[in-house]
């Protein structure tokens, strides 16, 4: 599986744009990069998935290189509401048909009025 | 359209006693996995289920855990004779049948507390 390393924590002000990088050196060729929020007492929740180049939706952009052995989930005019643990994962595409992710301890992003 | 139900959503258990988690799926939806997290830390997959099939159990304990997937019904966590260390907030994920790249949705977990 490969493994993902994100910073611990980083700190942002309201309004501002936040870009958070993965570093996933050993992506195999049909691992999709997903990102989930999670905020305390609560279950992770999907924000964005790719594959290369970018993709956006209306929470959020992912910008994945060529190499693809980075990404960064781009967070546009973050609220105090973003406060949370953002995790990077790689999903390797199993025989089986199912994706057996792994987390690592992800981002704690702290906004700040 | 109600998302992944688990309940109940906190659950005390003393030493010895046996910890019964439920988790019902997103309508529609096959897979099943189920996760354990400790405080500040990131979810550890336990296993992975299809109905009436336990697909992945890798990351689940040897003893004490087990888990299933009936054709009718939640799927059920279980964990035998808890000892201090399964205190933990244990989620469980589900997602429909396909491409293995379709994202997973959470459940807001189950908080289990051993005395």
């Known amino acids: 599986l490969a493994k993902t390393t994100q910073p611990i924590s980083m700190d942002s002000y309201e309004g501002q744009e936040v870009n958070i990088t993965c570093s996933h050196n050993n992506i195999a060729t049909n691992d999709y990069i997903t990102w989930y929020q999670q905020f305390p007492s609560q279950g992770p929740r999907f924000i964005i998935q790719g594959y290369k180049t970018k993709v956006t939706n209306e929470v959020a952009s992912l910008f994945i290189p060529a190499d693809r052995k980075s990404s960064t989930l781009s967070l546009p005019r973050v609220s105090l509401s973003d406060t949370a643990v953002y995790y990077c994962l790689v999903a390797p595409e199993d025989s089986g048909g199912y994706q057996k992710v792994t987390f690592g301890t992800g981002t704690k992003l702290q906004v700040i009025p | 359209n109600a998302g992944v139900m688990q309940n109940p959503r906190h659950l005390v258990r003393r030493r010895g006693q046996e910890a019964r988690l439920r988790c019902s799926p997103m309508k529609g939806h096959s897979h099943v996995y189920w996760y354990r997290q400790l405080p500040e830390e990131g979810l550890k997959f336990m296993v992975y289920l299809q109905k009436e099939n336990i697909i992945d159990e890798s990351g689940m304990p040897k003893e004490r855990f087990s888990a299933e997937f009936p054709k009718e019904g939640p799927s059920i966590l279980r964990i035998q004779q808890v000892v201090r260390g399964d205190s933990a907030a244990y989620f469980c994920?589900?997602?429909?049948?396909?491409?293995?790249?379709?994202?997973?949705?959470f459940g807001d977990g189950t908080r289990l507390s051993i005395l």
């Open positions: 994920a589900s997602s429909p049948p396909g491409t293995a790249n379709q994202p997973q949705h």
